[in-house]
């Protein structure tokens, strides 16, 4: 088995002091309290910005109801992403059981999670971070099951929906705590200021899912953080982060969210050309610009005929 995280007690001391260091203590919101001047210069710096207690107890009860109805009813279970980086981080026997549970846009199917992604208090602070205009781009379900719930390799969402700039924040809502043993988030200090990286899209047996060299960006190298049920972890598109492996008996219960300035042009990638919904401010009209078509997402099943 590959190790859970921090190779000794010395690592975990060192990594928790690093940890207190960088990640600056934010109050919970409280209806009126967003970022301050602190927070917003500390994720200009670092590329991620811990928050505690977005949403309140009962908000994240119901969606972990409504994410655990999600997992049996839509979710697709799957080894997970491609790449010889599996070999680096899961032995043989791991990496045959290592599972990933996922399923994107989630708010197409629960109403709780349309709340989550339009959260006044959430997208206010994505704001003071990309500018007042804010639209989601997405959102993904990353499940990690027990004992061997798939880890993740270093990288770069940018791989995955390239943007022309970095006014794009992904949010990890958290409805589980998280550590080293579960497999937390853990960032590449400040990677975010380097732009965009080249990552590795195929191998000997073809195409993979992008990922960083494993013999430069290493998960020990990255600063873990931690999160409670109901936090937030938010980070640049171009922060190169991980996580280990799962190990413990239960899921590990993480949905991303993806918000940009409406003018961040997509290149490439997840949902390239499909609007999103407006959460903050307005979308600018480019000259000639015509109406989004009316023929946006459809139901693939045959309706019946009244």
Same mark, same amino acid.
């Given at each position: 088995?590959?190790?859970?995280?921090?190779?000794?007690? /010395?690592?975990?001391?060192?990594?928790?002091?690093?940890?207190?260091?960088? $990640?600056?203590?934010?109050?919970?919101?409280?209806?009126?309290?967003?970022?301050?001047?602190?927070?917003?210069?500390?994720?200009?710096?670092?590329?991620?910005?811990?928050?505690?207690?977005?949403?309140?107890?009962?908000?994240?009860?119901?969606?972990?109801?409504?994410?655990?109805?999600?997992?049996?009813? +839509?979710?697709?279970?799957?080894?997970?992403?491609?790449?010889?980086?599996?070999?680096?981080?899961?032995?043989?026997?791991?990496?045959?059981?290592?599972?990933?549970?996922?399923?994107?846009?989630?708010?197409?199917?629960?109403?709780? +999670?349309?709340? /989550?992604?339009?959260?006044?208090?959430?997208?206010?602070?994505?704001?003071?971070?990309?500018?007042?205009?804010?639209?989601? !781009?997405?959102?993904?379900?990353?499940?990690?099951?027990?004992?061997?719930?798939?880890?993740?390799?270093?990288?770069?969402?940018?791989?995955?929906?390239?943007?022309?700039?970095?006014?794009?924040?992904?949010?990890?809502?958290?409805?589980?705590?998280?550590? /080293?043993?579960?497999?937390?988030?853990?960032?590449?200090?400040?990677?975010?200021?380097?732009?965009?990286?080249? !990552?590795?899209?195929?191998?000997?047996?073809?195409? $993979?899912?992008?990922?960083?060299?494993?013999?430069?960006?290493?998960?020990?190298?990255?600063?873990?953080?931690?999160?409670?049920?109901?936090?937030?972890?938010?980070?640049?598109?171009?922060?190169?982060?991980?996580?280990?492996?799962?190990?413990?008996?239960?899921?590990?219960?993480?949905?991303?969210?993806?918000?940009?300035?409406?003018?961040?042009?997509?290149?490439?990638?997840?949902?390239?050309?499909?609007?999103?919904?407006?959460?903050?401010?307005?979308?600018?009209?480019?000259?000639?610009?015509?109406?989004?078509?009316?023929?946006?997402?459809?139901?693939?099943?045959?309706?019946?005929?009244?």
């Amino acid at each position: 088995m590959v190790s859970g995280g921090l190779s000794s007690p /010395a690592d975990q001391i060192l990594s928790t002091i690093t940890m207190v260091l960088c $990640c600056p203590y934010l109050p919970a919101f409280d209806g009126a309290a967003l970022l301050t001047k602190n927070h917003i210069e500390f994720f200009n710096e670092h590329g991620y910005l811990h928050m505690p207690e977005v949403f309140s107890p009962d908000e994240t009860l119901e969606l972990e109801t409504e994410l655990d109805w999600l997992i049996g009813s +839509w979710a697709g279970r799957s080894p997970g992403w491609s790449g010889d980086w599996r070999q680096v981080y899961m032995d043989p026997e791991t990496e045959k059981k290592s599972k990933l549970v996922a399923m994107h846009d989630l708010y197409f199917y629960s109403d709780a +999670w349309m709340r /989550a992604v339009t959260h006044p208090h959430l997208t206010a602070a994505i704001s003071q971070l990309i500018g007042p205009n804010v639209e989601v !781009h997405h959102s993904t379900m990353h499940v990690k099951p027990p004992e061997t719930g798939h880890p993740f390799p270093m990288h770069q969402d940018w791989a995955f929906y390239q943007h022309e700039d970095s006014r794009y924040i992904d949010v990890l809502v958290h409805l589980d705590d998280t550590d /080293a043993n579960n497999g937390e988030i853990r960032f590449l200090d400040g990677s975010h200021k380097e732009g965009a990286r080249a !990552h590795i899209t195929s191998n000997a047996s073809g195409p $993979c899912t992008p990922f960083l060299p494993t013999d430069q960006y290493r998960l020990a190298d990255a600063i873990p953080v931690p999160a409670k049920a109901g936090d937030v972890v938010c980070f640049s598109i171009h922060t190169v982060h991980g996580s280990y492996i799962n190990q413990t008996p239960r899921n590990r219960r993480i949905v991303r969210i993806g918000y940009r300035d409406p003018d961040n042009r997509q290149t490439a990638g997840q949902s390239v050309g499909r609007p999103g919904i407006m959460v903050k401010g307005r979308r600018r009209r480019e000259p000639e610009q015509p109406l989004f078509s009316i023929n946006g997402p459809h139901i693939s099943r045959k309706m019946k005929s009244g």
